[in-house]
């Protein structure tokens, strides 16, 4: 992985440090917590990790709301301690990916608080969007925007004016037409990239700019690039301004973007040549657990990337998404915001199940692969939470119907037993999200020896994954006959060491391909035949 290419096929961990490892025993994670159990990463297989936000922050939305990117937030250390793990993940072979949050900052940074500090008119308030209201006496906000987070987009002030946020109040939106903006990012770029960050995941990144008219959103879907706030054209220069900067590093940085859009050709244009790196395949990642549906994401992802030459990106969740671990065995196996609501069941055998083949789906594709952490231990969603733990604006904005995201969230269990199964020290604060009972038995600790574990089960795929030259590239010939079935099987590279994978989504078994070697699988096979919900990689 010493390659200035390694974001192509890289396996990237995700640590939402909030909930990874205490090493302070105060019930938060923290970077202490992360630097000791670096090799835990290691051993699983990772390239690089990429960080949710570790700035300071008030914690609004789990620190998507950013104070200071220059400041590590007390609750997870400091920037010495930074620093060093970024040394120190280097050494153990693990690139370290920040995440950087463009579209808005907190209500807590310096700028915002000048702004209305400044009032009305003021140039400090031109770094955002105020405006006055609509109504006789300005009472109704300047659009009818919905935010991403339900309700409003617009919070007023006490002097009467408004500003926008496209997700909570405390989460002001930048204004990108003003030079400050630009220039202050380009400097937290560098500023990361000067301490040794391999890359940024750039956060919500296709909302930036806004068309300063602030008009209402279409009624029906207008000419891309005509909605006031998404995906608008303007946007490509700021990443291209990006990728100089990164470019100039002697090693360059790759740039990761979180592009939610729904058309493929739109998606791909942040991925030309002089803008991002590679972009999260959402696409991929909500589609329900049935082979057409998994197969046409993975010919389109193939298909959009391959005129831009970017590498593909397989996700199968996220700090905001339903653990698959859970996901797979409802009833309705994709995945949607609008959708999440309390209660709805789920066989999680059969999810356990399918997370499993579904891993080895992922780790057999062309391109770069993205572990939520948690999911190589096969966790599932905590769904049956206190009401009063709950911490996510998303449950909050949206009335209580909506569980949020902490069922994702939930801090990770290291150890069989103790008071936060080893989450923090024993006998720490309790963690700030509780842990179901008998959350040890998806421990690293009670998984790490049995070869039947989802932990063992990710360290052989991803170390079979670095070890077969069959596996890098970006070629993937699907098997004759399996356009259409329950199946997905597609062979990568040639020859001896061509390997194939084959997926058996039905609910019947399914004759094996042709093969001389079983490489691994995830679960037992009958004989010659592939059970439902099973994966496998066979030599052919
Ligand atoms: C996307 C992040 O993944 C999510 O956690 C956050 O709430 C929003 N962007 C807003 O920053």
Not at 468 to 489: H, I, K, N, Q, Y
Request: glycine fraction near 10%; include cysteine; proline fraction near 9%.
């Amino acid at each position: 992985m010493n390659s200035p290419h390694w974001w192509r096929d890289a396996v990237v961990y995700q640590i939402y440090p909030r909930s990874f490892a205490d090493g302070d025993g105060d019930g938060i994670g923290d970077l202490a917590g992360v630097r000791a159990r670096l090799p835990h990463l290691r051993d699983l297989g990772a390239d690089a990790v990429w960080f949710t936000p570790w700035y300071r922050s008030p914690l609004a939305d789990g620190g998507y709301d950013v104070a200071d990117y220059r400041a590590i937030d007390p609750a997870f250390g400091t920037l010495a301690e930074a620093e060093a793990l970024i040394t120190e993940a280097r050494e153990l072979g693990l690139r370290t990916i920040v995440d950087v949050v463009p579209n808005h900052v907190s209500d807590q940074h310096a700028w915002f608080q000048e702004a209305l500090t400044a009032g009305p008119g003021s140039p400090e308030r031109e770094r955002f969007w105020f405006r006055e209201g609509r109504g006789e006496n300005g009472e109704l906000p300047p659009t009818d925007w919905t935010s991403s987070f339900q309700g409003g987009t617009w919070t007023r002030v006490p002097d009467g004016q408004w500003y926008l946020h496209l997700f909570a109040p405390q989460q002001p939106d930048l204004n990108w037409n003003h030079p400050d903006v630009r220039r202050e990012h380009e400097d937290v770029l560098r500023f990361w990239f000067d301490r040794g960050a391999a890359g940024i995941r750039v956060d919500s990144a296709t909302m930036l700019v806004k068309d300063p008219e602030l008009g209402e959103i279409p009624q029906r879907e207008g000419s891309p690039g005509a909605h006031p706030f998404m995906d608008r054209d303007g946007i490509h220069e700021i990443y291209r301004g990006w990728r100089r900067v990164a470019d100039s590093y002697d090693e360059p940085r790759a740039l990761v973007g979180e592009v939610w859009l729904a058309d493929p050709g739109r998606m791909a244009r942040y991925l030309r040549p002089d803008e991002m790196h590679t972009a999260f395949n959402f696409d991929f990642m909500t589609r329900p657990w049935e082979a057409g549906a998994l197969r046409a994401a993975i010919r389109d992802t193939l298909a959009t990337h391959a005129p831009v030459d970017a590498p593909a990106t397989w996700v199968l969740s996220n700090h905001d998404i339903t653990r698959p671990a859970t996901r797979y065995g409802r009833e309705e196996t994709s995945f949607d915001f609008a959708a999440k609501r309390f209660g709805v069941t789920a066989d999680l055998g059969l999810a356990q199940r399918r997370a499993r083949a579904a891993a080895l789906l992922t780790a057999a594709l062309p391109g770069s692969v993205y572990v939520y952490q948690g999911d190589e231990l096969g966790l599932p969603e905590v769904e049956d939470l206190p009401l009063d733990a709950l911490k996510d604006p998303m449950y909050f904005r949206s009335g209580g119907t909506d569980p949020g995201r902490d069922g994702c969230r939930v801090p990770l269990p290291w150890t069989e037993a103790g008071s936060s199964f080893g989450f923090g020290p024993d006998g720490g604060a309790a963690p700030w999200l509780p842990q179901p009972e008998g959350w040890g038995a998806y421990s690293v600790q009670a998984q790490e020896n049995d070869p039947g574990s989802m932990l063992s089960l990710y360290r052989s795929a991803l170390a079979l994954r670095r070890a077969e030259p069959a596996l890098r590239g970006s070629e993937l010939a699907w098997f004759d006959g399996t356009d259409e079935g329950d199946a997905l099987v597609f062979t990568r590279g040639s020859g001896a060491q061509a390997l194939v994978c084959a997926v058996n989504l039905g609910s019947k078994p399914l004759p094996l391909p042709p093969h001389s070697r079983v490489l691994l699988s995830s679960g037992p096979l009958d004989g010659t035949d592939l059970p439902p919900d099973t994966a496998v990689w066979l030599r052919p």
